[in-house]
C-alpha cells in the first residue's frame, strides 16, 4: 500500500516539476491595446483577498465532500452495501462527467484553438489537437485500467490455489470416506473462488479511485493555477463561489470510490488531503507567478491546453465506464426498478448541477 502511496507522490511532483517552470517561461504576445484594458480592471490587493478568501473556501469545501461517503463506517446508512450509496455515486459520477464535458473540455478547445496560436505553425491551426488528446487520454486510461487490473488479479489468483489446496488436505485429514472428502473438497474450491471473486473486486475499485484521482489532480492544478495568477476582482469574485461547489461535488465521486476501495486509514488520509490540497496548492502557485505569468502567451496555452484535454479524457472514460456503466450493470440495480429511478434522476441531478455551475466557472 506505502508503494501506491509513493506512486502517487512521484506523479504528483512530476506533474508541478513539469508544468510550473514551462508556465513561468511563457512570453506575452497580448496586444498593447487589451493589456491597457487588462490594466483597468487589475487590483492586486483586492484581488489578494479574493484568492485567499477561495483558497480556504475551496479547501474546507474538497474536504468535507470527500469526507461525506467516507462516513459510511459511522454512519450505517451511507455505507456501500446501502441504496442511499448507489444513488450519492450516480449524482457524483454526474458531477465528473459534467466537470470533463462542459468545464474542463470546453477550456482545452478554447486553450489550443486561441488567436494567437493560429500564427503559428502546425498543428495549431488545422488540426483539432484537443479531441485528439483527450482520445488518446481516453484510450490510455482504458490501457492502464486494463493492465492494473488484470495483473493484480493475475496476483492474487497466484495465491488462492495454495489456499485451497491447504483446505482441501485438512478436509481430508478430518474426515474419512470418499462422499465426505468430496463433499468438503468442493467446499473448499468454493471459498477459493468467492474469496477470489470479492479481492478481484477489491483491487478493481482500488485501481479505479487511483486512476480516478490522477485525472482529478491534473485539472485541480490548472484551475487553481489560473486562478491565482488572475489579478482581475471581477474574474475571480464568481470563481470562488463557483469552485468551493465544484470541489465539492467532485469530493463527493471521488470519495466514493475510495470508500468502495476499502483502504487502510492511512491510504485514505493520504489520497483525501491529495485531493483536498490540490487546488490550494495550485492558487498559491499562481500566486507566486503572477507577477510573471501570462495566461494568454503561446506557451501557457499550450501547455493549459494539452493537460486539460488529457484531464478531460481520463474524467470522461472514469465516469462512463468505470462508475455509471458499472454501477447501472450491476444485478442489484438492474432487479430493483425503484433503485434505477432514483439513480437516474441522481444522475441527471448531479450533471446539470455541475452544468449550470458552468455559467460563472
Same mark, same amino acid.
Given at each position: 500500500m506505502g508503494f501506491k502511496i509513493n506512486i502517487q507522490v512521484f506523479v504528483f511532483s512530476i506533474f508541478i516539476f513539469l508544468i510550473i517552470p514551462t508556465l513561468i517561461a511563457a512570453e506575452c504576445d497580448c496586444k498593447c491595446d487589451e493589456e491597457d484594458k487588462e490594466d483597468e480592471d487589475r487590483n492586486k490587493s483586492k484581488a489578494l483577498r479574493y484568492k485567499i478568501a477561495a483558497l480556504a473556501s475551496i479547501m474546507v469545501a474538497s474536504a468535507i465532500g470527500v469526507c461525506i461517503p467516507l462516513l459510511g463506517k459511522? !454512519?450505517?446508512?451511507?455505507?456501500?452495501?446501502?441504496? !442511499?450509496?448507489?444513488?450519492?455515486?450516480?449524482?457524483?459520477?454526474?458531477?465528473?462527467?459534467?466537470?470533463?464535458f462542459i468545464h474542463v473540455l470546453p477550456d482545452a478547445f478554447e486553450n489550443l484553438t486561441f488567436p494567437s496560436l493560429k500564427d503559428k505553425e502546425r498543428p495549431w491551426g488545422d488540426f483539432p489537437l484537443t479531441g485528439f488528446v483527450a482520445m488518446c487520454t481516453a484510450m490510455g486510461t482504458l490501457m492502464v485500467d486494463t493492465y492494473a487490473t488484470a495483473y493484480f488479479q493475475n496476483q492474487n489468483s497466484k495465491e488462492t490455489p495454495t489456499q485451497v489446496e491447504s483446505h482441501e488436505s485438512t478436509a481430508d485429514e478430518e474426515h474419512e470416506g470418499h462422499v465426505h472428502v468430496h463433499t468438503h473438497a468442493s467446499h473448499g474450491h468454493a471459498h477459493g473462488h468467492i474469496s477470489s471473486d470479492t479481492s478481484s473486486e477489491l483491487l478493481r475499485h482500488r485501481v479505479v479511485s487511483q486512476v480516478l484521482e490522477l485525472g482529478i489532480i491534473v485539472h485541480s492544478v490548472i484551475i487553481g493555477i489560473s486562478l491565482g495568477a488572475s489579478e482581475n476582482p471581477k474574474t475571480i469574485r464568481p470563481l470562488v463561489g463557483a469552485l468551493t461547489f465544484h470541489q465539492f461535488f467532485e469530493g463527493m465521486g471521488l470519495g466514493s470510490c475510495i470508500t468502495q476501495a476499502n483502504f487502510k486509514n492511512l491510504s485514505i488520509t493520504v489520497m483525501g488531503l491529495f485531493f483536498a490540497l490540490t487546488t490550494p496548492v495550485g492558487i498559491g502557485i499562481g500566486i507566486g507567478i503572477s507577477s510573471v505569468y501570462d495566461e494568454n502567451s503561446p506557451t501557457a496555452l499550450i501547455v493549459e491546453g494539452i493537460f486539460n484535454a488529457a484531464s478531460a479524457g481520463i474524467l470522461i472514460y472514469m465516469a462512463l465506464v468505470d462508475l455509471l456503466a458499472a454501477d447501472f450493470m450491476n444485478p442489484r440495480m438492474q432487479k430493483s426498478g425503484t433503485l434505477r429511478l432514483g439513480c437516474n434522476i441522481s444522475l441527471l441531478l448531479g450533471a446539470g448541477a455541475m452544468s449550470l455551475i458552468a455559467k460563472w466557472a
Open positions: 459511522v !454512519i450505517p446508512a451511507l455505507s456501500p452495501e446501502k441504496d !442511499i450509496f448507489f444513488v450519492i455515486k450516480a449524482f457524483a459520477a454526474g458531477v465528473i462527467l459534467s466537470t470533463g
